[in-house]
């Protein structure tokens, strides 16, 4: 598959008052054509910070580039200037943000902030790009189009303001959309309604997903291949049905026992991962899943374990997964 | 069912005085809960379940109803009383970044209620309570000096256990108290209010918007729309046989976390969003999105009956 975008070594960190927040610590992924790639872990992993990377909205400085570079069509967005920049974002690579009240301009009407995007980009007459807004609201089913791109943010609700952003995100046909919690300020049968709309839309118009959520129930439901992150680094890729069905990092595991599932028996204890994650202003040297993995060895704690290769599709992070490993068997069905 | 109610919700309403007339938050619900079970509270966002919690330990004062609480009406009690009967009802909240004071210590956070309270001889048998509870919740007396900001999330929401278990209640509502967790943080949390509840026999109403969570949690589950209870059955039986539209719609929204099932279920699509709390019509709330409403739902608001046994439901058409 050719791959939209490619994520090489990415680092990012933010110099602060007490130090260096290595926020991203050198990860690699791809995104195919077409394909639906779910980040996914908690808050504090760097998945947002990578995706404000890939589209350069970080606050710099705070924010710096250590290291890596993020290919976009075989371009390093990294080398591009602020200009070129704005050139790509909106256009080529649009990105839906988790707060649908707040990313909106709340004193423009919302026909003018898509109308915005298109005259810039498309070199559209007033006209046109009006004309355009309203089939772009149309698609995504907001309903009585013509009236409303003359109404404000405020007048919308949270469902509604969501199909906005996704319309303003799609109305100059990016490659690459990037959806930051898409759904996680919106009502679960809101929640649905946007869902299947993104999957419509993909569909119709062929772009790269890059879905960014904490919701396992959503990354089972969208994605092609899930990228789990921890303490700004990724521990496995894969599938997702290798994800589901064959978890292989420790911590995969642990946080698919920690949700509830609705086929499961109510006396069943909830796995919890004790502790919290580790402090990112002095990441950890060996593992960063060490601290709280019930399986950790000697050498996690000193010693970085790389991503074992035998997999073309799915790799983890893990020193049980070195073949010279002893064979675990504690393991029931679920790996806890 | 099991013994008698612990609590006796009946008829309880909550209406808001807003510009152009009444927002009906809570428009008339009754359930009861026994002891030491866990009920449930499920709905969307504005569909007044917070408000029905709030209502029930009287933060917000009720617009009518009652609320038996072993054999006396709640609703009907002066501040002062309300004060005394106000040591069984706990309270825990969803935010736990908003609801610690910042300038407190844990101890005196911990400790207020028992100030209030006048709940200990001496000082020495205060910092003795406290450190007790900080152990109930797992966190230890290191903490007792520290002040909120030096906590995680899930610590916190742990001192906030802590603070409502103080007087020794038989009663607490949650409200949404793992919503701004992680999700493995948020099993630590569940898994510390069941055990608790084994442990010191507590009474729970859970309130959440997480279905998964709340069915796991639960024995029993009601759902709101609106201001009114739509369905009221055994967290079981109304996962496996939800009877009214809305609660199928629900349900069926929820995304499971695995790709097999998940990829072959099909949804109900509910069209539009919530309508207006805002002087709502007669008849069922739910009537606009609703793919089985008749005319009847339009003309008059279907009653809350038992449709088989312990298994409620609203709706005219089942």
């Known amino acids: 598959m050719e791959n939209v975008l ?29 394909e639906t790639v779910a980040i996914v872990g908690e808050s504090g992993c760097g998945k947002s910070v990578t995706a404000g990377g890939i589209m350069q909205l970080l606050p710099m400085p705070p924010a710096f580039f250590k290291g890596g570079e993020i290919l976009f069509n075989g371009e390093n967005l990294l080398e591009k200037s602020e200009k070129q920049m704005q050139g790509i974002r909106g256009n080529k690579i649009s990105m839906v943000f988790q707060d649908p009240m707040t990313s909106l301009n709340p004193t423009m009407k919302i026909g003018y902030q898509i109308v915005e995007g298109l005259m810039k980009h498309n070199k559209m007459s007033r006209e046109a790009a009006i004309k355009k807004s309203v089939e772009m609201l149309e698609l995504v089913a907001v309903p009585q189009p013509e009236k409303r791109i003359n109404q404000y943010p405020h007048e919308f609700s949270g469902g509604m303001r969501q199909r906005v952003m996704i319309a303003l995100a799609m109305a100059c046909n990016p490659q690459l959309l990037i959806a930051d919690e898409p759904t996680t300020a919106l009502d679960v049968t809101v929640q649905a309604q946007i869902l299947e709309l993104m999957k419509k839309l993909q569909n119709q118009l062929g772009m790269s997903i890059i879905l960014i959520t904490h919701d396992l129930g959503i990354v089972a439901d969208m994605s092609d291949r899930v990228v789990v992150m921890y303490a700004g680094q990724i521990l496995e890729v894969g599938l997702t049905h290798e994800i589901f069905a064959s978890p292989k990092h420790p911590y995969t595991r642990k946080l698919l026992a920690s949700v509830p599932r609705l086929d499961m028996n109510r006396e069943e204890r909830l796995h919890s991962i004790e502790g919290t994650p580790p402090d990112l202003y002095a990441p950890p040297k060996g593992c960063s899943f060490y601290d709280r993995c019930s399986e950790a060895m000697k050498i996690c704690k ?8 035998r997999s073309r599709t799915h790799q983890s992070r893990c020193w049980l997964n070195h073949p010279m490993a002893q064979k675990r068997n504690s393991m029931n069905g679920r790996g806890i | 069912m099991m013994a008698e109610p612990l ?4 008829n309880i309403k909550k209406y ?10 809570v428009d008339g619900i009754s359930f009861d809960i026994y002891p030491k079970e866990t009920f449930g509270l499920v709905g969307e966002s504005g569909c007044g379940k917070s408000t029905a919690g ?18 006396i009406n709640i609703f009907k009690l002066s501040r002062k009383e309300m004060q005394e009967a106000r040591r069984d009802f706990q309270m825990i909240f969803q935010d736990p970044y908003a609801s610690l004071n910042p300038r407190m210590t844990v101890e005196d956070i911990v400790a207020e209620p028992l100030d209030i309270h006048h709940a200990y001889k001496n000082k020495s048998e205060r910092s003795d309570r406290v450190i007790e509870l900080l152990r109930l919740v797992g966190l230890n007396e290191e903490h007792a000096m520290r002040f909120p900001h030096e906590f995680s999330g899930g610590q916190r929401q742990r001192i906030g256990i802590a603070r409502a278990l103080a007087l020794k209640p038989k009663f607490i509502i949650c409200d949404e108290p793992i919503s701004a967790l992680d999700v493995s943080i948020q099993a630590q949390v569940v898994n510390l209010l069941k055990e608790l509840q084994e442990e010191l026999g507590l009474t729970y109403m859970f309130i959440a918007h997480d279905l998964s969570m709340v ?3 639960s024995d029993r589950v009601g759902v709101m729309y609106l201001g009114h209870l739509m369905e009221l059955a055994k967290s079981d039986e109304l996962y496996s046989n939800p009877v009214h539209p809305y609660t199928r719609a629900l349900l069926s929204a929820i995304p499971i976390p695995n790709p097999d099932i998940q990829r072959n279920r099909k949804r109900i699509m509910l069209e539009g969003d919530v309508p207006s709390p805002i002087n709502p019509r007669e008849g069922c709330t739910f009537v606009d999105r609703c793919q089985y409403a008749v005319e009847r739902c339009r003309q008059e608001t279907p009653l809350f009956e038992e449709k088989s046994a312990e298994h409620f439901v609203a709706c005219h058409i089942v």
């Not at chain 1, 090489?8 to 927040?21: A, C, D, M, P, Y």
């Not at chain 1, 000193?302 to 290769?309: C, L, R, V, Y």
């Not at chain 2, 709030?54 to 054999?71: K, M, Q, S």
């Open chain 1, 302 to 309: 000193d010693n970085m374990p790389g991503f074992d290769e």
């Open chain 2, 215 to 217: 069915r796991y949690i």
């Open chain 2, 54 to 71: 709030r209502t029930i330990v009287r933060l917000y004062e009720p617009t009518d109803g009652e609320l038996i609480f072993n054999g």
């Open chain 2, 7 to 10: 609590i006796s919700a009946r």
């Open chain 1, 6 to 34: 490619e994520v090489k070594n990415l680092q990012i960190s933010f110099k602060t008052f007490f130090g260096e927040v290595e926020a991203v610590r050198g990860i690699t992924f791809s995104v195919g054509k077409k």
């Open chain 2, 16 to 25: 808001f005085d807003v510009a152009g007339g009444k927002l009906k938050a």
